[in-house]
Nanobody
Framework: QVQLVESGGGLVQAGGSLRLSCAASGPTFSSYAMAWFRQAPGKEREFVATISWNLGTTYYADSVKGRFTISRDNAKNTGFLQMNSLKPEDTAVYYC??????????????WGQGTQVTVSS
């Protein structure tokens, strides 16, 4: 079992930066791929970025490529999402997830409660 708790969300102006953190509990976190999804009001949950269990592979949604960076520290059971050059359309609840990898919601068995990111124009 893996439990995930996100932090670091908040209100930021367009062009600004935020760093989301994901604290994981459970001995098996390092064996799972980790990812971030987001959900804006009235929209479906969408993939943002993923990183493999061994840090060897990262993959990003086109909408965030070049602006967001996903990383993880398996020794500290922690994941991160560095978000730069934020845009109002990045406003959403961001979820940290762990599972077998990929870009589909169903590929991740473990979900955090989410953290709100609001980008003002």
């Amino acid at each position: 079992q893996v439990q995930l708790v996100e932090s670091g969300g908040g209100l930021v102006q367009a062009g600004g930066s935020l760093r989301l953190s994901c604290a994981a509990s459970g001995p098996t976190f390092s064996s799972y791929a980790m990812a971030w999804f987001r959900q804006a009001p009235g929209k479906e949950r969408e993939f943002v970025a993923t990183i493999s269990w061994n840090l060897g592979t990262t993959y990003y949604a086109d909408s965030v490529k070049g602006r967001f960076t996903i990383s993880r520290d398996n020794a500290k059971n922690t994941g991160f999402l560095q978000m730069n050059s934020l845009k109002p359309e990045d406003t959403a609840v961001y979820y940290c997830v762990a599972g077998r990898g990929g870009t589909v919601v169903g590929q991740y068995a473990y979900w955090g409660q989410g953290t709100q990111v609001t980008v003002s124009s």
